[in-house]
């Protein structure tokens, strides 16, 4: 009876699978280069939600135009967080940091509480209901969408880490600070702008998602915590590894959502997380940096 | 002078390394900074490059007061700092690195000077596409001078090239350094070799307890019955 869901599911899953990746990418980077968690990842995203939903709503700023101007705004914001908040509290102990992110994931987040109120919120944007007919299933039109461009910024940003002389200092900061500074690459300036182009990351993934999700201070949360079981599913800091591993979970929630139940849906990705750690804790792709 | 240095002190935390050295380089000079392990060569060396500040004393390089100047600074002006331990980047290929070499400075000459450094290094041509942290600690010295010569130095500061290589390569490493000077830029040469870097540079400095207890031509200093009798064991 489900049989005939099955292959929609599947399909939903690996769109919203798409934008895991694409948040988790940012998160990947941002680990495998300051070596730290940001917990506040998540709330970035929500802040990236709000703005690309006012914008709309406020604007008439269609989510997928906003993406050039939310993209380059959180690129600054990460920029700067970066260099003036989390960089000085740093002293060479990364559980500094670790608590600065945190603190900065609750103070973003009561603040969304006290000026937006815990209200759902969407978009009626005229995607939403048009769907196109793929032969084997019928999809929203905003979902392929997501799911392309989420791979389009995927592949954007691997191009930028390969080919340009930033993506290669920020290669060799992660793995040869000492040797990056011999060679003139300015580290403070390196860590600050892997920060920011983790959190354009993350307004990329927002604007995608917004047309097809709904909006909640919580939101973040929700993201941030599949965000993370995918970069150690996928291997910390390895981009294959949570490129696969956020297509993956995409999947597996949405066919937990089918057989159990939508609202259990996430229930299967914390169940991949905890065999992950149990039996593979070095995750899919090992650790690159 | 392409180099000046004047009444250096620095350490690490209170405890001092240098209590005070002074030298110079001519453009185009090769100099030899001699010394004990644990006399303060590598200490020199990162504050030349703009690794690690100074307590007194100045820096002038290339007629500029570059004292406390960070490394990125140092670079820009032409002065390349091929470390002890080489420090190439292990998660990256051969091309990659050597184009990392012209980051801040000689990225115009990039493709030129590419070429120049498999002239000097055929080894490292055949193996461009081969991740740096599984070259041999040879090869990884050859990147990591080719790494510095990327960036057209003006001084080239080599700590220990030859460590860690066989006799023959050691051989080899020594012809290239009068080879690298030959186009051009300055060598700071610090080495364990006394006799070969002596032979190479055309004036030395021989570092102890923090200072410098001895400098002259080369030829004199190869000569001194002291050098002889405190770093050859003759
Ligand atoms: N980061 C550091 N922190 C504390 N002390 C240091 C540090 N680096 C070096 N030292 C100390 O400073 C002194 C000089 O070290 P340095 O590396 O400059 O010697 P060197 O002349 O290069 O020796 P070698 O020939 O063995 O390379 C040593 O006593 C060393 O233990
Ligand atoms: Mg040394």
């Known amino acids: 009876m489900l049989g005939g869901l099955l292959v929609p599911a599947v399909i939903n899953g690996l769109a919203l699978g798409a934008i895991y990746a694409l948040t988790a990418l940012g998160l990947t980077l941002i680990y495998g280069v300051l070596h730290i968690i940001n917990f506040a990842h998540g709330s970035l995203l929500m802040l990236a939600l709000y703005a690309a939903l006012f914008l709309y709503t406020l604007g008439g700023v269609d989510p997928y135009v906003a993406i050039l101007v939310l993209m380059p705004a959180f690129f600054a914001a990460g920029y700067v967080l970066q260099r003036l908040v989390i960089q000085p509290a740093w002293h060479g102990r990364d559980e500094n940091v670790l608590l600065v992110t945190l603190g900065l994931a609750i103070v973003i987040d009561n603040l969304a509480l006290w000026l937006w109120t815990s209200t759902t919120r969407s978009i009626d944007s005229r995607y939403a209901f048009e769907v196109v007919d793929l032969g084997v299933a019928f999809i929203p039109i905003a979902k392929l969408v997501g799911f392309f461009g989420a791979l389009a910024f995927g592949a954007l940003l691997w191009a930028l880490m390969t080919f340009t002389d930033l993506g290669k200092a920020i290669r060799a900061v992660a793995r040869e600070r000492e040797g990056a500074r011999l060679v003139g690459v300015r580290v403070e300036h390196i860590y600050a702008m892997t920060f920011g182009i983790g959190t354009a990351m993350v307004a990329a993934a927002a604007c995608l998602l917004l047309p097809t999700f709904y909006v909640t201070p919580q939101v973040g949360y929700a993201f941030v915590l599949v965000a993370f079981t995918t970069v150690v599913l ?56 | ?114 070429e120049r450094v498999f002239g000097i290094f055929p080894r490292l041509k055949e193996r461009v596409h081969q991740l740096a942290g599984t070259l041999s600690g040879g090869e990884q010295q050859m990147l990591a001078i080719g790494r510095g010569l990327m960036g057209n130095p003006k001084l080239l500061i080599l700590d220990e090239p030859s460590l860690g290589l066989s006799p023959l390569l050691v051989e080899e490493m020594f012809g290239l350094i009068s080879r690298i000077r ?36 080369a030829d004199f200093l190869l000569n001194d019955p002291e050098l002889k009798k405190a770093y050859l064991g003759l």
């Open chain 2, 1 to 114: 002078m392409l180099l000046e240095v004047d009444g250096l002190k620095a350490g690490y935390g209170l405890v001092p390394v240098l209590r005070n050295v002074s030298l110079q380089a001519g453009p185009g000079e090769i100099i030899a900074v001699l010394g004990a392990n644990g006399a303060g060569k590598s200490t020199l060396n990162r504050i030349l490059s703009g690794l690690l500040r100074p307590w007194e004393g100045v820096v002038r390089f290339d007629g500029v007061d570059t004292t406390g100047a960070d490394a990125s600074q140092m670079v820009a002006a032409g002065l390349i700092h091929v470390p002890e331990g080489r420090r190439v980047f292990p998660n990256m290929n051969v091309r990659e690195n050597l184009e990392l070499g012209s980051y801040r400075r000689g990225r115009q000459d990039r493709a030129r000077n590419l």
């Open chain 1, 234 to 289: 996928g291997g910390m800091g390895s981009f294959p590894g949570a490129l696969f591993a956020g297509l993956l979970l995409g999947v597996v929630e949405a066919l937990c959502g089918l057989y159990l139940g939508e609202s259990l849906g996430q229930i299967g990705i914390f169940v991949v997380f905890i065999l992950m750690v149990l039996f593979r804790p070095t995750g899919l792709f090992g650790a690159r940096a």
């Open chain 2, 182 to 217: 030959e186009e051009g830029p300055g060598v700071l040469l610090v080495e364990q070799n006394v006799v070969q870097s002596l032979t190479v540079a055309s004036r030395g400095y021989l570092l102890e307890n923090g200072r410098v207890a001895m400098e002259g031509a």
